[in-house]
């Protein structure tokens, strides 16, 4: 059996399949990233959950891609959670770029962008992934995810600038306050995906001029350092999209790509299934579990 994991900060989606490569099960649980989960915390969720812990002697091959494995050191973190549990298994650890990049492939070289939780971006060709700018994370960084529109609601309800509807609206929905905002961000953990969440709210008044506004100015950001960066983006190379952020503002997005002279290609708001398809199909893993 052989398991292909897509995993942000939030969430992951896991897909298990037989030597046929017909999938068996699949589970969404919470997402694995090294700069805030150790390799006991992977081990400890995974262990107690019965039927990823009850299938896992079974599993010959682990293919994990996540938020935050960006370096041997950091993906070794989550290898080392993931063989205590799947002790028999040949295990990847990949970064959710290439994921990205694989899922949104179909033939032509683009630039595969994440806007989920965090952004990133990176140019495929079909053999190799190439970043042109890091990362910077949500405190320097993550231009138009979920967590760069939370922090800009959430500084906008404490400083009293958003429209008198949505702030009394978002203080009806949320029943928080400035201490108690401060307090999550700089003194709990994983504070990135404590603000990614207010982004549901402005996915729900997703027609107000005030979150129009908001959203497109962090898409506007992200297109210009994440996506222009790459020469190919600027000679008409097609910019595709995977997360939930930016399949909940498609419409907004292909606007602000054509105002800005960017080739839109496609948004997934999951790109596990297509995940699975280029491993079976391109990458042929089911001839390893054949040979093996």
């Not at 080392?80 to 040949?90: I, T």
């Not at 609206?169 to 905002?181: D, L, M, P, S, V």
């Not at 961000?185 to 549901?200: D, E, G, I, K, T």
Request: hydrophobic content about 40%; charged content about 20%.
């Amino acid at each position: 059996m052989i398991i292909i994991v897509e995993s942000g900060s939030t969430k992951a989606d896991w897909i298990l399949l037989d030597g046929h490569g017909q999938e068996i099960k699949r589970w969404s649980i919470m997402g694995f990233n090294p700069y805030f989960h150790s390799s006991a915390t992977v081990e400890q969720v995974l262990g107690s959950h019965p039927e990823i812990s009850g299938y896992a002697p079974g599993v010959e091959q682990v293919y994990f891609y996540g938020a935050g494995c960006s370096s041997e050191k950091l993906n070794e973190v989550i290898e080392n959670g993931l063989s205590k549990v799947f002790r028999c298994a040949q295990i990847v650890v990949d970064h959710d770029l290439k994921a990205a990049a694989y899922a949104t492939f179909d033939g032509v070289p683009h630039v595969a962008c994440i806007l989920g939780t965090g952004s990133n971006s990176c140019y495929f060709d079909g053999e190799t992934v190439r970043e042109e700018v890091p990362a910077l994370a949500y405190v320097l960084g993550d231009e138009g995810s979920a967590s760069f529109i939370g922090k800009r609601l959430v500084a906008d309800y404490i400083y009293g600038r958003m429209p008198s509807e949505l702030l009394e609206a978002f203080h009806t929905q949320y029943k928080t306050n400035k201490e108690e905002i401060l307090h999550h961000v700089y003194h709990q953990p994983h504070a990135n995906v404590y603000l990614a969440s207010f982004s549901r709210f402005a996915g729900e008044h997703a027609d107000s001029p005030y979150i129009q506004a908001l959203v497109r100015d962090g898409f506007e950001k992200f297109l210009e350092v994440h996506v222009l960066c790459f020469p190919e983006a600027r000679q008409g190379a097609p910019a595709n999209f995977v997360g939930s952020v930016a399949k909940a503002f498609e419409g907004l997005l292909q606007e602000c790509c054509e105002q800005m002279g960017i080739t839109y290609g496609r948004t997934q708001a999951k790109p596990v299934n297509r995940l699975v398809e280029y491993h079976l199909h391109v990458l042929r893993v089911l001839d390893k579990v054949a040979r093996a």
